[in-house]
């Protein structure tokens, strides 16, 4: 494990509205704000087309290859994330949804693209005097945070 601290500086109270694009929308109000760090909830609506991440093809292979799974119609979703800047010091989130519709679930990464149907409300409390940072790890390929 590793860890380091950081505290609580302001919170927002955000509206994303049709058509927003939930990942790019954030990082761009991140950096409009100038919010370096941040944990995130969201819930709303997720149109069809959605992308999202469902897992690596195999578990412990490597090169990690993901799945992508879009959204057949629109999906009721729940979510909780982290903002982190990457080497070059820009807003990344790392956000995983529940996304629901009648009685079929499925979970997910929303880097890929989640637009908004109608209305996702985002609650964003920023971390200050953090230095963690999203560093890419050649063996995985991810950008791994580093506390």
């Not at 995983?96 to 009648?102: D, F, L, P, Q």
């Not at 953090?130 to 790890?137: E, K, M």
Request: proline share 4%; charged share 25%.
């Amino acid at each position: 494990m590793r860890y380091s601290e950081a505290k609580q500086g302001r919170v927002f109270v955000i509206r994303l509205e049709d058509g927003d694009v939930l990942h790019t929308s954030i990082e761009q109000f991140a950096k409009d704000k100038g919010i370096a760090a941040g944990a995130l909830i969201a819930l709303g609506g997720a149109d069809k087309d959605s992308a999202l991440i469902v897992g690596p093809e195999q578990g412990r292979t490597s090169p990690v290859k993901p799945m992508k799974l879009f959204l057949n119609d629109v999906h009721e979703i729940s979510g909780t994330g982290t903002l982190f800047p990457d080497e070059n010091g820009t807003p990344k989130l790392h956000m995983h949804i529940a996304s629901g519709r009648k009685d079929l679930t499925v979970t997910g990464c929303v880097r890929e693209g989640v637009k908004t149907w109608h209305i996702i409300e985002v609650i964003l409390f920023e971390l200050t005097e953090s230095n963690a940072r999203r560093v890419f790890d050649e063996e995985t390929g991810f950008a791994l945070l580093k506390p």
